[in-house]
Each structure stands twice: as structure tokens, then as C-alpha cells.
């Protein structure tokens, strides 16, 4: 076993002194350098909105008695859904989250839960997704934000073997057809989304 205050040896260059302990060269040189590379990762795979969802997500967290709850991440990600939630709904989302984590935390039978899906599933089964629609709202967007993420990135990478020189050149009656598509693919609901994920197969998480 190391000693971790003794100078550490290159079994390259064994007789040269490197001037650095063993903690210094495992600390800085090794667990540093791998974490510098992962998070030059994860700065290159997510964009700054994507880390800021990420990060507002997990305030709607039942871990350790929603301990990772904050009103003002939730706010901001209810900003992220213009389109499902109303100016109203939004100026009184700020009330509706207050009473939400009281009526959740003093409820024994959320004492326990650990993710998001078990916060789901009970919310429905204790009708307490009827007393909080909003939030019920905002956390099956959250919910469905991972499936949509993935089917997107997809259809990108779909869209990079299709969009060749010979697609190009395709005239009109193509444009047209992708025009309809675009129609139809906006009318969907995000219900309908969830209610077709959820029927796929069977699940042990109804959303």
C-alpha cells in the first residue's frame, strides 16, 4: 500500500527524482485531469439550456423528504413551457408550489418515495394530482423530457443520412408532403405522447 506523504517514483525513469508526493500525483495528475476530461464531456454534449433543465428538474426531487426542493428553479422551469402554461397559470404558480410541498411533506406516504416515477404514481393514486394540476402538469413534462430528448437527437441523426445531394435536388411534391407532415407532427399533444410511450409496452410506471 502507498504512503501517501512519500515522494512519488516514475517506474519509468525510477532513479529521477519527480519532486511530488504520492498524494500530489494521484490528486492532480490523475483524478484532476480525468475529471477536467469528463466535464470537457459534458460541456460539449449539453448545451447551457439543457444544464439548466437538468438542474431545475431536480428540484421537483421526493429524495430525502424533497430536500432538493426550490420554488425559484421550479419557476424558471415552468418558463421552459411557454406553451402549456398560461400567463396565468405561471403568475400563480409561485402559490400553487407553496402549497404543494406543505400538503406533500406533512403526508406520511411521501415520506419515502425516490425519484420522480414513485412521485407520479402516488400523486395519482392519493387523487392528489386533481388538488395539484399545475405542478401534476410540470412534472409529467419532466418526465417526458428524457424520451423526447432521445427521440429528437434520433431524428437528427436520421435527418444527416437522408439530407444528401440527391435529397436536394427532390423539387415540390416532397416539400409538400413535409409540409403536411410538419402540420400533423404540431398538432400532437403532449398527452397524446405520453398515453402512446405509455402503450408501447408494459411498464412498472404509469405516467
Do not use: W
Not at 490523475?30 to 437538468?54: A, G, S
Not at 436520421?158 to 404540431?186: H, Q, S, W
Amino acid at each position: 500500500m502507498l504512503v501517501m506523504d512519500e515522494e512519488f517514483v516514475d517506474l519509468r525513469r525510477p532513479r529521477k527524482k519527480t519532486g511530488v508526493t504520492n498524494l500530489h500525483h494521484y490528486k492532480v495528475n490523475c483524478f484532476y485531469t480525468v475529471m477536467d476530461l469528463q466535464l470537457q464531456e459534458l460541456n460539449d454534449r449539453f448545451t447551457e439550456v439543457n444544464t439548466d433543465l437538468l438542474i431545475c428538474m431536480a428540484s421537483l426531487s421526493p429524495a430525502n423528504s424533497f430536500r432538493q426542493f426550490d420554488k425559484s428553479k421550479l419557476l424558471r422551469l415552468v418558463k421552459f413551457y411557454p406553451d402549456d402554461f398560461s400567463f396565468g397559470e405561471r403568475l400563480s404558480m409561485e402559490h400553487h408550489l407553496g402549497i404543494y410541498i406543505d400538503n406533500i411533506r406533512n403526508d406520511e406516504q411521501f415520506k419515502n418515495l425516490k425519484n420522480l416515477g414513485d412521485l407520479s404514481r402516488l400523486m395519482v393514486e392519493t387523487k392528489k394530482h386533481l388538488v395539484h394540476p399545475l405542478v401534476y402538469r410540470l412534472l409529467k413534462l419532466v418526465l417526458t423530457l428524457h424520451v423526447a430528448t432521445a427521440s429528437v437527437e434520433r431524428c437528427f441523426s436520421a435527418m444527416k443520412l437522408v439530407k444528401t445531394a440527391t435529397r436536394n435536388r427532390i423539387g415540390d411534391e416532397f416539400c409538400l408532403v413535409c409540409y403536411i407532415e410538419k402540420e400533423l407532427f404540431e398538432s400532437v399533444t403532449n398527452e397524446t405522447v405520453v398515453n402512446r410511450f405509455q402503450s408501447m409496452r408494459e411498464r412498472r410506471i404509469h405516467l
